[in-house]
């Protein structure tokens, strides 16, 4: 199984900020890396698919980048409703599997 | 817009098996793949399974042995089983739909709201 692991686990950031997440793989993906957005008490929600598409109507201030074993998840400014958790996920290959999480709280 | 969402008691005894039922609205359950995930309260997302409309399955290895997901395209709905819980098995349950783009590569596009099963005497 692939193991997918995110860094950081948590992380405390200003309303205008540009934030990096990133998500390591345990072997070579190639582009088969999914973004999620997940707000507490809500369901994840899709933001980024095959590593840099963007998801029809999500904001163009999230970015995706990388393939191989190595991505990242960029917030180029970000917003109040933005402090969330934030989940990787590989579709590469079956079982499919989710990052730890990190979550973006409000400095 | 489709919409999907989940079903299914809330309490669920140890050893019992655990049911819920996902239906799809606004939009027909064929020509896709659909899944179910779990998240134990506070923690992480892990992937169940998922059934294709016409009946074809695949489940994560460390839950198969537990696992049937079932589909009823007449009723738009599929539906997860999960036997032998534990406390481990409480969780929110997901179902969600995987979405291609056309090419190879899919992902979960959209989500129910979730269900959370507690499993407790």
């Known amino acids: 199984d692939i193991q997918m692991t995110q860094s950081p686990s948590s992380l405390s950031a200003s309303v205008g900020d540009r934030v990096t997440i990133t998500c390591r793989a345990s072997q070579s993906i190639s582009s088969y890396l999914n973004w999620y957005q997940q707000k507490p008490g809500k369901a994840p929600k899709l933001l980024i698919y095959a590593a840099s598409s963007l998801q029809s109507g999500v904001p163009s201030r999230f970015s995706g980048s990388g393939s191989g074993t190595d991505f990242t998840l960029t917030i180029s400014s970000l917003q109040p409703e933005d402090f969330a958790t934030y989940y990787c996920q590989q579709s590469y290959s079956t079982p499919c599997s989710f990052g730890q999480g990190t979550k973006l709280e409000i400095k | 817009q489709v919409q999907l969402q989940e079903s299914g008691p809330g309490l669920v005894k140890p050893s019992e098996t655990l049911s819920l039922t996902c239906t799809v609205s606004?939009?027909?359950?064929?020509?896709?793949?659909w899944s179910w995930i779990r998240q134990p309260p506070g923690k992480g997302l892990e992937w169940i399974g998922y059934i294709y409309y016409s009946g074809s399955t695949n489940y994560n290895p460390s839950l198969k042995s537990r696992v049937t997901i079932s589909v009823d395209t007449s009723k738009n709905q599929f539906s997860l089983k999960l036997s032998s819980v534990t406390a481990a098995d409480t969780a929110v349950y997901y179902c969600?739909?995987?979405?291609?783009?056309?090419?190879?590569?899919?992902?979960?596009?959209?989500w129910g709201r979730g269900t959370l099963v507690t499993v407790s005497s």
């Open positions: 969600a739909r995987r979405e291609t783009d056309g090419d190879h590569y899919w992902y979960f596009d959209l």
């Open positions: 606004g939009g027909s359950i064929s020509s896709y793949y």
